[in-house]
């Protein structure tokens, strides 16, 4: 259900404040279950290092497919990591947010898709390609539910 | 060693956070228009660089942006305004202090390190606030808050400086102050300005080595203090978190002249109802609430009307607010004149805890929390779904007088339906 994820983005610098106790009246007894209630499970902070640098994007088309990245999914992007081989990245290619894989090939650095109708795209055989970012999650909603 | 402040702000901010999130239009000439799509207010160094003037009315100059294939777009505050808590947020850890001065200009305190030089810092933190945000900043150093802004100044006129210049490393500091007009330095007003000139003080050096009797004379303890900034005692210290805000408003002006007292009554409602959903952010109640409207200042028969009322019990609550606020538009509407401003100013505002169990509170406490619990639905519902999902029928259903933002980009970090597109083909 993707209202999960709008309450990750709305919070992304003001984090979702849940009731650490239960019982806040003084009188009577406290409830029993205070000791054992946590603050609840953040989205933002358990997949998001660096909020300030971070960016969300949606992806369009299928060249990550075997990456697990679909037409659709929501890509969060860490603009402050350094793109290493082996990353998914999101390159400035013609005026347009590409996304590929960093690969060390013979030497040199390539951008790779993650589908074989794809064809590689040589770093040194391109002109101007600018790593914009570093993927570091993909959310993939499974459709409609309730 | 001393403390070292510097001013650290965003070059051409409104159109570098067009270019961070839209990749077509890097490298390429951008400007951005104020309000209304009125003027200039901000230009990519690719549009400087075409000589495009600051200020100028789009309609004059539309033809000559067309022309050298310019992107134009209208102001998107809500980019503009998360990009901005990103660039204070990163500077944080990059300093003892940070006083946040405007959307995209901030001091800061450091400690001068040992062996004094603050040039790798200065260079380190540019590029780190360049590859992870897309933005380009320059960074005054110097003594003062007034020297530093100076410094700023300098670092961003001269590219060889790359964007930063520290006045205390300077060798010889005169003439970079000698280089700055006397109308340029901070704190300095139009009226301080015209007096320097009659005296034959042109610079900030000349300022600095005045009488200060004289200066005394003229502009008190707030004109000594600025001269001793300028001689390198810092007097006015950082000022961390804002104060908490004493008056809310929201004005705007119409895309056209409004004549009919209904199309007033709604734009004066919208205000309201924005105004409200801030004091809630805020976590403000208020206790006064004035409404005000004007016709062109440029047009013959200038009329400005404002009238205010008092609430019985300082509230938040929209409708609250809309039933003190629209009588008063009955009182300063006149007809036959053409408005072209309104506004709404929310005054005697308190913390929202301050309001218990008040003897007088127009609702019992159960209905009271009813009332709360929808206002945060709504504004929940606006904040997930777009400002205007949720509506007051107050403020009109597709109203014309609306301001024109005509080239507005998306607000491609805030919402989920605008984030920009990566492709994978």
Known sequence: MPLLLIGALRGLRRPLRLPLAASTVAAGFPSPADDYIDV??????????????????????????????QHGDLLVVDRSLEAR?????????????????????????????????YPPLELHQCGDVQIWGVAIHVIHSLGRHG | MADVLALIDANNFYASCEQALEPSLIGRPVVVLSNNDGCVVS????????GIAMGKPYFQIAEQLARHG???????????????????????PFVAELEVYSIDEAFARLPRPRHGDLSRWAAELRGRIRHNLGLPIAIGLAPSKVLAKLANRIAKADRRHAGVFDLNAAPHPDPWLEQTPVEEIWGVGRQLSRWCRLRGIANARQLRDMASGELRAKAGVVGLRLQLELQGVSCLPLEEGPAAKRETCVSRSFSRAICVDDE??????????????????QRQLCGRISVFART????????????????PVASHDTAVLLQAALPLVALIYKPHKRFAKAGVLLQELQPETQLQHHLLAPLPTEQQHKREALMQSID????????????????????SWMMRREQLSRAATTRLGDLPIVWAR
């Open chain 2, 296 to 311: 062109s200042p440029f047009a013959p028969n200038f009329y400005s009307q404002a009238a205010s009322a008092v609430l």
């Open chain 1, 40 to 69: 609840g499970i953040d989205l933002n902070e358990a997949l998001i290092r660096h909020p300030s640098s971070t960016f969300f994007l949606r992806v369009s088309g299928d060249s990550m497919i075997d990456a697990g990245i």
């Open chain 2, 380 to 399: 929940q519902l606006n904040r997930r779904y777009g400002r205007g999902t949720v509506q007051w029928a107050a403020c009109g259903m597709t109203p």
């Open chain 2, 43 to 50: 230009r990519s160094s690719e549009a400087r660089q075409l």
């Open chain 2, 70 to 92: 310019v992107v134009v777009r209208s102001s998107n505050y809500a980019l503009y305004g998360d990009m901005s808590q990103r660039l204070m947020s990163s500077l944080e």
């Open chain 2, 264 to 281: 007033l009554r709604q734009a004066v409602a919208s205000y309201v109802v924005r105004a409200a959903e801030k004091l809630r952010q």
């Open chain 1, 85 to 117: 081989p082996g990353q998914i990245v999101v390159a400035v290619l013609d005026g347009a947010f590409t996304l590929k894989r960093l690969v060390r090939h013979r030497g040199r650095l390539r951008l790779e898709a993650a589908n074989s109708a």
